[in-house]
């Protein structure tokens, strides 16, 4: 058999180890939320509730990510994951694939997140979601002051400034929350960049699109950014952020071409 064939037959199994998994997830989040429900139901939201509900759903992704790479459909690589060891702080992410959520709350210590609220009308994550304290992303200032006392009691609250997957390679547009969040909590930032080697799961593919080469994930933890000295806070927050928010874009975009000009591929 040639290299060709032998990277046709890979690319193959590849599809065939991705639809497994994500089913294997899909159906095991419906099986989690059923046994939740009661739970759900006979208990209010609480620390302790919210708690056991984070432990699960790292447990629960961590699996997700295990059987990802032992069956070959993905590689990950981590750098710098000791920085976020401590708690309490604002973790911000370039999104390039669907998964980016699940390897980071399955890397991070206390995660907490926010996401999309059509997540909570899904059968496969509501329980886990619901039980763990996920915020929706659209609870406007009341999601403010939630992202900021999550912060404040030790979650390391994950946030994706694009609020949806990378849409053309290159480009980023942030929103102002996460931003606004950092300035008014008076939080710095903990950037996180996320970056893939081959096209993986991007928004404009199908799960079953996977590249003829198996793609590697990169994990890269930076240096904090301090905010107090990247803007000029006063009390209009509005400004500051707004300039936040477009340091943070300039930001990332370098680190993303520094890292095309090194090469680095799996």
């Avoid at 708690?87 to 999104?95: D, F, Q, S, T, Y």
């Avoid at 500051?240 to 680190?255: D, F």
Wanted: proline fraction near 4%.
């Amino acid at each position: 058999m040639g290299i060709k064939e032998r990277r046709a037959l890979n690319r193959y199994w590849r599809i065939f180890a991705t639809g497994l998994l994500f089913a294997i997830f899909g159906l095991g989040g419906v099986l989690l939320t059923c046994t939740l429900i009661p739970i759900l139901v006979l208990t209010s939201d609480s620390e302790i509730r919210r708690k056991y509900g984070k432990k699960l759903l790292k447990k629960s992704f961590q699996s997700f990510l295990w059987g990802m790479q032992f069956l070959g459909a993905m590689n990950l690589q981590i750098k710098n994951i000791d920085r976020l060891k401590s708690g309490g702080r604002l973790v911000l992410a370039n999104h390039p694939s669907l998964i980016d959520a699940v390897i980071l709350i399955a890397l991070i210590e206390n995660p907490n997140g926010i996401i999309k609220s059509s997540l909570f009308n899904n059968p496969s994550m509501f329980g886990l979601a619901k039980m763990a304290g996920l915020m929706r992303n659209v609870e406007g200032t009341e999601l403010i002051r939630k992202a900021i006392e999550s912060i404040t009691t030790g979650d390391n609250l994950i946030i994706f400034p694009e609020g949806t997957r990378t849409k053309v390679l290159g480009e980023l547009a942030f929103k102002r929350g996460a931003a606004y969040i950092a300035i008014k909590g008076g939080f710095d930032i903990t950037p996180v960049l996320i970056v893939t080697s081959e096209p993986f799961l991007r928004k404009d593919h199908i799960w079953y699109k996977v590249p003829l080469n198996k793609p590697l994930i990169t994990i890269s933890v930076m240096e904090e950014i301090k905010v107090a000295t990247t803007v000029r806070v006063g009390k209009d927050l509005i400004l500051p952020s707004e300039e936040l928010t477009e340091y943070l874009e300039e930001y990332y975009l370098h680190k993303l071409r520094e890292y095309e000009r090194s090469g680095i591929r799996d």
